[in-house]
């Protein structure tokens, strides 16, 4: 092609992302690189007239052209290059989505590591990227709205700027590296997949090499993305130690002001009782002695509003009412109370003065102008009715005793102040009011020590971490496109399911267009036969030539022909379809089986069997019968709409009018059903998963006489799913009642207009026959259609539960990884952490770091919940650790295969495991190619004695989950199977724990002789007897780090040690203080559900109680301040 300015557009036109594009147009431009300059500036204008999402392929072209230029040292485009790069780069990244602006900035750092362009111009590229980015950022800060966002500072603290470039450069880059190893995979699933067919090899070698590229990309792309993320943590290493040292200052800070208030709080009560010591004594001096009652009172300033609410006196033992305070209208000394000097309390004027202060102290607001102090003496009627009195003292009981003494004399002094009642209705009234209150006191009392009892635990740290729950493995309960907007690409994989089967398909839609054609036939002959026999006697008809008895027996024939097509068809279907589902079954367990243990936390099993089961079904009879009946339906409906509209337009016109409102009754119902069907099949799932787990532990449920509420768990999501079929069941009759009574209506209006037609002439008695017939056909196949369609939504609906199954990529390939030979040599824990994928937030292990020598036996202790455990599935590779690695002989676990690293290991956990079938079969479980001879070995090392105990030996039938046997014969026959598996790493997670002393000594007897061998054991145990016979004890502490290492003798010789501690525990474990004697009242500690009601209602009985006795109070109140 000759270049000039149209060629070049044409090239830059024609780019896409693949390589050989690229290097193409690449060629060709450098084949005229004497028209560089030219060139350059024809890029630079396509560029900027292309959209942002299509600028790449021209850097990706640009970088080619200097790369090759670089190479043969042809400097035309690196000089016309040079100047506008820095301008192109921005142009391409500005406005570029995340993973495009990634993919640049790893083109630029190619130019920098491979000094393509000069460092001011590399620098400028650097610049004038890094003010976009700031930009960006602040454009997002500055559209905010309100008070905080408008001003011209961003509202990031300035302490985080370090952490904004770090944490964009993250945020940019991990997208990217998402979409590559996405691609990676998905390629990568194409080649390894076994079901797929083989290439050429020509077009074999092609995919491994475009393969190759894309692991490449991935690879560097992640390779980004870890040092991007290292930078980020890096400055958060940075900002947290300025922030611990902050943190300890502070704290010095905060004790010094703590001891200063302290001092000035002692201060401050001496006063206060000094003021109120002084007051008592004024008033003694002062007060006129009266001797009645009849005297008029000097006038005080209005206190109501100040004075706290009336808290009645006690009753004395004596059952008569007596002031409380000992203080009465003629009271003595301070003294006469029985009170301490220091309780004394003032008379009217230092209460006034009191609550002046309390007035004062309450008006000013806490958090908010319109909240103010509220002081509650805790279990006393006045303080839930609101008492604005400080408190005097601090600290324990006396600060409630003296408050409410306050309170009680406030209260006295008030009635003493008040005028006297003319007859003994104010004594009884307040002696009715003083059993009320103290009986409201001693309930709010009662309810307080029960709450603290009840809820007394308040949550630690930990469990507000623990409640940071991911559960991005769980699947979804009603699978993808929800939204029903992926129909159509759901329906379509659907069908693509039953490629395998495309031939025999084939086969049975031409039986089906057989048998359609021979009933399509029926109404045909019948009209014919109605036209002759009316019109001529039987002996002079002929029909195609034939008489009509000929007639007969050759539509006898035609319909037998028919018959037989139907059988084969529905012959083919049903074997196409069975096989459909266990060809689909089989994928989908495969596929399950090959996720991993993070999957398996954050999904339920019975979910996963109704998906295998249930589902598989629905979609397998969706995929095959209902496509072939939906066919026939089509060409039934075809036809019968053709022959009809060939015998009458005029009948066919008026029964087309009813067609479309069925037809977008039968969508909107289709849609409906759909709907219906992937809740119904969620519901389904839960109850499976209810009955799985339930049946499962029914010993326990037994044992807590737990049988009624797990009925009830399970009945009710039976009604949910009635519920759920009885809504199907009511849209489904409304549907076909509504197209039933449509079709009806077509009919008759068919006979009226037909009638007419035949009574002037214009059809034929037996043209009206054979129209009705194919309209009851043509009636019959569109109600085949709508059926189809809502059959084919369920199993859209089941399908995109199973689809969610098979798309799940898990987070550690089986199959990928360099094939391990031996696992011998030291394994090291390097600088380990480790979270469980569910609970992210919970960390088990913070920078666990030790090592196990080859073909020695450790031992690792700890306390409960220190990851004792966890090793093991680290170990097993059921999780990766979340930093830090695992080597074994120096090789990293993490690039290790995991099927032939598991193959190399032996475990026994803590509750053995075993399946349904023989005992030879479980204890040949790790290896089924394993001779009888070398079972008996196994069988015989593991003190497996109680075989021959057995009438059929090997042969006896464990039972599901090993019912049939104890714990201590599953747990020996759990070690046979490990011991057969002849392992290099053995790891025993308290495998012994459920033996008697003298199976326990035969086994570790047995284990001894193999642990002279060549396995590297790893024991899990908190017994004695294991412990001391390891070569290396590892101490777990319990902030996920090791507290120490060594043998029996150096760490049980420390009396200080964490190991010591922990045996003494042990051993002291046992000891219990004797439990107090219960009240076996209740019958039982299970409460059934009549008990709860009854407590519920009880409870809100006393609540009742509570607000009725606050609102007689208040009325009392209100009465004696009427009466004052």
């Known amino acids: 092609m000759a270049y000039n300015d149209d060629a070049v557009l044409s090239k830059l036109s024609a780019l896409n992302e693949s390589h050989d594009s690229i290097a193409t147009a690449a060629q060709w431009i450098m084949f005229h690189r004497r028209h560089a300059q030219r060139t350059v500036q024809l890029w630079l204008t396509k560029l900027k007239d292309l959209p942002s999402h299509k600028r790449l392929n021209l850097v990706y072209l640009a970088n080619e052209v200097v790369q090759q230029s670089k190479a043969r040292h042809k400097e035309d485009f690196l000089r016309e290059f040079s100047p506008i790069i820095p301008e192109a780069t921005a142009v391409a990244y500005k406005g570029a989505s995340s993973d495009i602006q990634a993919k640049l900035r790893r083109v630029i750092d190619v130019w920098k590591d491979r000094n393509i362009f000069e460092p001011p111009v590399q620098e400028e590229i650097e610049s004038r990227l890094q003010e976009l980015d700031r930009a960006r950022s602040t454009a997002k800060v500055g559209g905010f709205s309100g008070s905080l966002f408008n001003s011209p500072a961003p509202s990031v603290p300035s302490e985080l700027d370090p952490l904004l470039a770090p944490q964009q450069i993250v945020s ?23 079901a797929a067919a083989v290439p050429a090899p020509p077009v074999y070698a092609a995919r491994l090499n475009g393969l190759m590229k894309s692991l490449a990309s991935a690879e560097g792309a ?5 040092k991007a993320r290292k930078e980020l943590v890096g400055a958060l290493e940075r900002m947290l130690q300025s922030n611990r040292e902050a943190l300890e200052m502070e704290e010095a800070q905060l004790e010094q002001l703590g001891a200063q208030k302290t001092k000035i709080e002692i201060k401050k009560q001496e006063v206060e009782v000094a003021i109120i010591r002084d007051m008592s004594n004024s008033d003694k001096e002062h007060a006129p002695v009266q001797a009645g009652n009849d005297l008029q009172e000097p006038e005080r300033p209005q206190m109501e509003a100040l004075t706290p609410p009336h808290v009645q006196d006690h009753q004395g033992d004596d059952g008569n009412t007596a002031p409380s305070n000992g203080l009465g209208p003629h009271a003595g000394p301070a003294e006469s109370s029985g009170l301490p000097q220091q309780l004394a309390f003032p008379s009217a004027p230092g209460i006034e003065m009191l609550s002046n202060l309390a007035s004062q102290y309450h008006a000013v607001p806490v958090n908010g102008s319109n909240k103010k102090r509220k002081i509650d003496a805790k279990g006393t009627k006045a303080g839930r009715e609101g008492c604005f009195l400080p408190r005097i003292y601090k600290s324990g009981a006396a600060s409630a005793v003296s408050s409410r003494r306050l309170r009680e004399f406030a209260t006295s002094t008030t009635r003493r102040q008040a005028p006297p009642k003319s007859s003994g209705e104010g004594e009884t009234e307040v002696a009715a009011g003083r059993d009320k209150d103290e009986t409201a006191e001693a309930r709010e009392e009662r309810k307080d020590l029960e709450h603290l009892k009840e809820h007394g635990f ?48 084939g086969v049975a839609f031409v039986l089906l267009l057989i048998s359609s054609g021979v009933t399509m036939s029926i109404p045909f002959s019948v009209g014919r036969i109605l036209d002759l026999s009316t019109k001529a006697p039987a002996e002079d008809v002929e029909l195609f030539g034939l008489t009509l008895t000929q007639f007969f027996v050759g539509l006898g ?7 037989m097509a139907n059988f084969g068809r529905l012959l083919l279907l049903r074997i196409v379809g069975e096989r459909v589902v266990a060809r689909l079954r089989a994928r989908l367990y495969r596929r399950t089986f090959v996720q991993d243990a993070e999957f398996f936390d954050a999904n339920r099993v019975g979910d996963l069997i109704s998906r295998l089961n249930s589902d598989t079904v629905v979609v397998g009879k969706s995929i095959t019968q209902n496509v072939s009946d939906g066919l026939r339906s089509v060409v039934s409906g075809t036809a019968g709409f053709a022959a009809m509209a060939w015998l009458s337009p005029k009948l066919t016109s008026v029964i087309l009018v009813m067609v479309p409102p069925i037809a977008l009754g039968a969508f909107l119902y289709g849609r409906m059903i759909r709907n219906l069907s992937r809740q119904v099949q969620k519901n389904v799932g839960t109850l499976l998963k209810i009955a799985e ?37 009511i849209i489904s009759g409304t549907f076909f009642a509504t197209t039933s009574w449509a079709g009806n209506m077509t009919i008759l209006a068919m006979l009226i207009v037909g009638g007419n037609l035949v009574r002037s002439g214009v059809m034929t008695l037996g043209d009206l026959t054979t129209f ?3 309209t009851v056909f043509a009636g019959s196949s569109l109600f085949g259609v709508s059926g189809f369609y809502s059959e084919l939504m369920k199993g859209v609906g089941a399908a995109s539960r199973l689809f969610e199954l098979e798309d799940r990529k898990p987070s550690i390939a089986q199959t990928v990884g360099v094939r391990v030979t031996s696992a011998q040599g030291p394994i090291k824990f390097d600088k380990v952490s480790f979270a469980y994928p569910t609970r992210p937030a919970v960390t088990i292990f913070n920078g666990l770091d030790f090592e196990i020598p080859s073909g020695s036996n450790v031992c690792i202790v700890g306390p409960s919940g220190g990851g004792k455990s966890t090793v093991a599935s680290l170990m097993l590779r059921f999780y990766n650790p979340t930093n830090g690695r695992i080597t074994i002989n120096g090789v990293d676990m993490a690039k290790m295969n995991v099927k032939s690293l598991r193959r190399r290991l032996g475990m026994v956990g803590q509750e053995p495991v075993l399946f349904s079938g023989t005992i030879a079969e479980n204890i040949a479980y790790g290896r089924p190619e394993a001779s009888r001879a070398e079972v008996i070995a196994a069988a015989q090392k593991a003190n497996c004695g109680f075989i021959s105990d057995f009438p059929d030996g090997l042969e006896t039938q464990v039972g599901a989950r090993g019912a049939q046997l104890s714990g201590g014969q599953k747990q020996r026959i759990a070690i046979a199977r490990a011991l057969l598996k002849d392992p290099d790493i053995l790891i025993l997670d308290e495998a012994t724990s459920a033996l008697d002393a003298e199976s326990e000594t035969l086994v570790n007897a047995a284990l001894g002789e193999l642990l002279k061998g060549r396995s590297t054991t790893i024991s899990i145990a908190h017994r004695l007897s294991t412990i001391r016979r390891s070569d290396q004890i590892i101490v777990l502490s319990g902030e996920g780090t090791v507290a120490e290492i060594g043998s029996f003798a150096a760490l049980s010789a420390d009396a200080n040690s964490a190991f010591s501690k922990l045996m003494e525990w042990q051993m002291n474990g046992g000891e219990a203080p004797p439990a107090q004697q219960r009240s076996t009242a209740g019958g039982g500690g299970h409460l059934t559900e009549a008990e709860e009601i009854r407590e519920d209602l009880d409870g809100d009985e006393d609540e009742d109680e509570d607000e009725d006795e606050d609102e007689e109070a208040q009325k009392a109140e209100g009465r004696r301040q009427a009466v004052k």
């Not at 992640?222 to 870890?226: D, I, K, R, S, T």
């Not at 024939?557 to 018959?563: F, P, S, Y």
């Open 458 to 505: 308040q949550k630690s740290e930990k469990a507000l971490k623990a409640a940071q729950v991911n559960l991005s493995a769980r699947l979804s309960k009603e699978g993808k496109a929800q939204d029903g907007k992926r129909g159509l690409a759901e329906v379509w994989r659907l069908i693509k399911i039953a490629r395998p089967e495309v031939r025999w398909l």
């Open 222 to 226: 992640v390779a980004e993305c870890v």
């Open 557 to 563: 024939a035609v319909l037998t022909v028919g018959a």
């Open 172 to 194: 940019r880059v991990q997208h990217s590296a998402a979409s590559a190893i996405k691609t990676a995979n998905a390629e990568y699933d194409k080649i390894v997949d076994p």
């Open 693 to 729: 787990e339930r049946l499962g532990n029914i010993r326990t449920s037994q044992a807590f006489a737990a049988e009624v509420q797990e009925v009830a768990r399970y009945n009710k999501q039976v009604r949910k799913i009635f519920a759920l079929g009885r809504k199907d069941s």
């Open 772 to 774: 009705m017939m194919y």
